[in-house]
């Protein structure tokens, strides 16, 4: 069946710096999206990309949907503590179908 | 807009019994619901597809008769562990799925079976 890895798997880094991740596909995407998900609770919708080469941000979040269609970046500047949890990418089955593979995640700690 | 809640938010059970987890949209119908779990420090796995009046889809690997999808209604589906065991124990999440099919998430139920 189809993977996202997601790189890196976790993160360690200091408020106000800004945080590169990203997402990479054995299958082509036709939409990607991105969540997060706070400890303890369900995940939620940060950037959805419909296009490759797509660039959409939203506030201090930034992502791309690659030209291959195999893979996606997100970018966090000026990162602040609620920023912690744990980033996902997502995208729809390559059946047509709404069902939706989750990559395998990369947690954001910020040290104090 | 857009809310979907799931009861309980936690569960403790005995090993044996079976324990319902229900997953409401509250400010929108929808026709198809989906469950995941998710173990500590893993991703998101789906379980299964709900869909409104239907037979669920499951997943392979996934047993329907130990997992119970019934969605009776366009604002509710629920999921029934039947005998749950400790390897049951999980982080379970529903989403619903909106208008134009982007999917919203539950704050999912914590199950431990003891």
Not at chain 1, 59 to 88: E, M
Request: proline fraction near 5%.
């Amino acid at each position: 069946g189809q993977q996202l890895n997601q790189s890196p798997q976790s993160m360690f880094i200091q408020e106000g710096e800004d945080v590169s991740m990203n997402c990479t596909s054995s299958s082509i995407f036709n939409t990607w999206l991105w969540y997060k998900q706070d400890p303890g609770e369900g995940p939620v919708l940060l950037i959805a990309l419909y296009k490759a080469g797509e660039l959409t941000s939203n506030g201090r979040l930034t992502a791309q949907f690659g030209i291959t269609r195999k893979d996606s970046f997100l970018n966090i500047s000026a990162s602040i503590p609620s920023d912690v949890g744990i980033y996902f990418c997502a995208g729809p089955s390559n059946f047509g179908n709404e069902k939706l593979t989750f990559g395998t995640g990369t947690r954001l700690t910020i040290i104090p | 807009g857009a809310v979907v809640s799931q009861h309980p938010s936690w569960v403790i059970c005995k090993s044996g019994t079976s324990v319902k987890i229900e997953c409401r949209s509250l400010d929108f119908q929808a026709t198809t619901m989906f469950w995941y779990r998710q173990f500590p420090k893993q991703s998101l796995m789906l379980m299964a597809t709900s869909n409104e009046g239907s037979k669920a889809t499951y997943e392979q690997g996934v047993e329907k008769d130990k997992f119970l999808i019934n969605h009776a209604s366009l604002t509710l589906s629920t999921l029934t562990v039947t005998s749950a065991h400790p390897e049951d124990s999980s982080f379970y999440i529903c989403s619903a799925e909106g208008p134009i099919d982007e999917q919203f998430f539950g704050p999912g139920t914590r199950l431990t079976v003891l």
